[in-house]
């Protein structure tokens, strides 16, 4: 939680392009710790499968 915390902001504006981080940002940004823990899992699933989110 405290990478999650500290983080997922930075990680998201490393990837502007990725239509994904995008919608899960939109979709999670005001839910607060659990918000950021939950985009933070979905920037990991994009970076691990990146094949994924071409589906």
Known sequence: AVIAHKYV???EEQLPN???VQTIREAWS???LLGKVMRG???S???MVPKLRKL
């Open 9 to 11: 902001e930075i990680i």
């Open 18 to 20: 990725c239509s994904s």
């Open 30 to 32: 005001g839910g607060g």
């Open 41 to 43: 899992g979905v920037i």
């Open 45 to 47: 699933i994009v970076l």
